[in-house]
């Protein structure tokens, strides 16, 4: 059964850090593509970053230059390290798994909160 | 990237059909049959409802299908039963030059 497991969110200030990972049982993650979604209080769902199963990173343009998206394949974890954090970077943030040769949102993690405030 | 652009809010009765709409343009949903479609209940993860314009995930019931034209895809639910009510999105493939998706703004369906 595949699994998503997000963790590492919580109160940030402006300016501040954070790294998220989102932890998968029953698959490889090197072996698909992945992706980070965000969804703002209230708001919709707003595609982040991907990683293809070759490696290859790409970001939205709200987020590139701050976010960086990685992964470790000994722990089949996947990763978002955020930098430069701001008021507008306030969302619930799911991993979400895709296909070997693509993405589209096959499986979620339950997400986990980022509240970036003074 | 703009976002796509779907109705705020659809309804319908139990037992009727409605169609979501998702219209985007050439550069995304009207380039690449790579639409997919998300059902989300309130305080829940996404699920996916539809993969590749028209493709149902196994275990999605087939009261759900989707279809494109041109700039636009849309999502049709038949025989409407209460816990179709959900906040619904679509999502594209937006080219690869950017290698980036975009969601719609999502629509609120009501089960009346």
Redesign the interface.
Same mark, same amino acid.
């Given at each position: 059964e595949v699994q998503l497991v997000e963790s590492g969110g919580g109160l940030v200030q402006p300016g501040g850090s954070l790294r998220l990972s989102c932890a998968a049982s029953g698959f490889t993650v090197n072996n698909y593509f992945m992706?980070w979604?965000r969804q703002a209080p209230g708001k919709?769902?707003?595609?982040v970053s991907?990683i293809f199963s070759v490696g290859?990173t790409?970001y939205?343009?709200s987020v590139k230059g701050r976010f960086s998206i990685t992964r470790d394949n000994s722990k089949n974890t996947l990763y978002l390290q955020m930098n430069s954090l701001r008021a507008e970077d306030t969302a619930v943030y799911?991993c979400s798994r895709g296909t070997s040769s693509?993405?589209?949102?096959?499986?979620?993690?339950?997400?986990t909160l980022v509240t970036v405030s003074s | 990237?703009s976002?796509l652009t779907q109705p705020a809010s659809v309804s319908g009765s139990p037992g009727q059909s409605i169609t979501i709409s998702c219209t985007g343009t050439s550069s995304d949903v009207g380039n690449y049959n +790579?639409v997919?479609w #998300?059902q989300?209940h309130p305080g829940k993860?996404?699920?996916?409802m539809i993969?590749?314009v028209s493709k149902r995930?196994s275990g999605v019931s087939d009261r759900f299908s989707g279809s494109k034209s041109g700039n636009t895809a849309s999502l049709t639910i038949s025989g409407l039963q209460a816990e179709d009510e959900a906040?619904y +999105?679509c999502?594209s #493939?937006a080219g690869s030059k950017?290698?980036?998706?975009?969601?719609?703004?999502?629509t609120k369906l009501t089960v009346l």
């Open positions: 992706s979604v919709g769902l707003e595609w991907v290859t790409y939205a343009d799911y693509g993405w589209y949102g096959a499986d979620w993690g339950q997400g | 990237q976002a +790579y997919s #998300y989300q993860a996404p699920k996916l993969c590749d995930p906040d +999105y999502c #493939y950017s290698h980036n998706w975009v969601f719609g703004g999502g």
